[in-house]
């Protein structure tokens, strides 16, 4: 779950505010579920998405084996989750049965599947090399065999990063033979470079993104909860097919980052700080827009002319070889130059992550980060300014690393009223 998620799921499954017509948001929602964008726009949106195929999977399986000669790997193991789908297709629960994939430098990959969950688990991997548990079995052993018929014993075996500890720890212990070392430079390797066809489904999350914004911000009404307005921005995402969120916050709860536990009702004069995105085959949208309920203060103009030029040094700073932590400073330095410094004190997080299938994933645009930047690497470009007892500012979008320099996938905003 990531930090919208987190943040938001408290008020989905609550009544929401009446708004003076005696009718809840999702009320009005549910009885007209296409009432913002009309059908040709929907279908135009929904034909640009081409799922990932099988021989895609292929060519990242190879890549991951390229990548394990690289760095001394013989092979890697991947429990349920990102990873696994990402190399297979296969999105995979994870329980206390012990599901996974090896996958060697050299030979096909095999899979360790409870046996009552092999017919689930052919369904999507066709006719692969899977050795099943019963219920009374340890997974273990049939880990040694896939390995042991391999001639992997004495191998070493990378471990992807998100895997349990207590499969590392059985691996650890039943075959104290293995090298275990990360998988990291094979699994962010692979995962951190994006293929065009994974930038076209972050494009169409994108443009799915500014759709929903420009709609959400036509809903704003005085006396409206920030998750009325989550509903809101959650309805619209269901219009186009695709599931989304977002993080709302009004006014003085902008000025944290993540916002309070206290809900807010809005008032003329609030600022609006929606982040939020949504999921197209698997590819995310993380896309911030702050703008004003009614006229703004001076000072909020100010500090949103700040942030947009730091959104811009960022931007400007950032192409290949250049250290992740250069495009932070550069940012941090603009904001600081105009006021709002030193360091942390008022931009009070990193300037951005990656992001591809998960919300964060690697690699950081944050100080002590020397990690060169590389072509094909998307990060959200997200400096902001957080004023505690008056309002924060934050502008977010994503940031794709080119041959030559850096590129947003969407029209920056323009101004506290102009979002895109």
């Known amino acids: 779950m990531d930090r919208r998620r987190f943040f938001s799921a408290a008020g989905s499954t609550v009544a929401l505010t009446a708004l003076g017509t005696g009718q809840t948001f999702a009320q009005e ?113 049939r880990i040694r065999q896939g390995m042991q018929e391999r001639g992997l014993l004495g191998a070493t075996l990378g471990i992807e990063e998100t895997t349990r500890y207590y499969a590392v720890e059985q691996l650890q212990k039943s075959l104290p033979t293995l090298n275990l070392v990360s998988a990291k430079p094979v699994t962010a390797g692979c995962r951190s470079v994006k293929s065009a066809h994974e930038i076209e489904l972050m494009q169409v999350a994108n443009d799915v993104t500014a759709q929903v914004y420009r709609q959400a911000q036509k809903q704003l009404r005085e006396g409206m909860s920030e998750k009325d307005l989550g509903a809101v921005i959650s309805a619209l995402y269901g219009e186009f097919g695709v599931k989304g969120d977002a993080l709302v916050l009004f006014g003085k709860a902008s000025a944290y980052p993540h916002g309070l536990t206290k809900e807010v009702l809005l008032k003329p004069g609030d600022n609006v700080l929606i982040d939020g995105g949504c999921e197209v085959e698997g590819y995310g949208s993380d896309i911030t827009r702050t703008m004003a309920f009614g006229e703004p203060s001076a000072k909020m103009k100010s500090v949103w002319e700040i942030v947009r030029g730091a959104q811009d040094a960022a931007l400007k700073t950032a192409k290949p070889g250049v250290p992740a932590e250069k495009v932070d400073a550069a940012a941090r330095a603009y904001i600081a130059d105009h006021g709002y410094g030193p360091g942390y004190k008022y931009f009070t997080h990193r300037l951005g992550h990656g992001i591809g299938m998960d919300g964060h994933e690697w690699y950081y645009l944050v100080g002590g980060n020397t990690r060169p930047l590389a072509p094909g690497n998307m990060f959200s470009n997200e400096p902001g300014i957080y004023i505690v007892g008056e309002f924060g500012i934050r502008t977010e979008d994503e940031m794709l690393i080119t041959d030559d320099g850096a590129r947003l996938l969407l029209p920056q905003a323009k101004s506290l009223q102009e979002i895109f």
Do not use: C
């Open 29 to 141: 929602h549910a009885a007209s579920p296409s009432a913002h964008f009309d059908a040709t726009t929907i279908k135009a949106m929904r034909d640009r998405i081409r799922p990932i195929g099988p021989s895609e999977l292929l060519a990242r399986q190879e890549q991951a084996r390229r990548l394990m000669k690289d760095n001394a790997i013989d092979a890697i193991f991947v429990e349920g989750g990102t990873t696994l789908a990402y190399y297979t297709g296969l999105s995979w629960w994870l329980s206390e049965r012990l599901f996974a994939m090896v996958l060697p430098q050299r030979g096909e990959p095999f899979y360790v599947s409870p046996k009552f969950e092999e017919g689930r688990s052919r369904e999507k991997l066709g006719d692969v090399k899977i050795y099943t548990w019963e219920e009374h079995e340890k997974p273990i052993d």
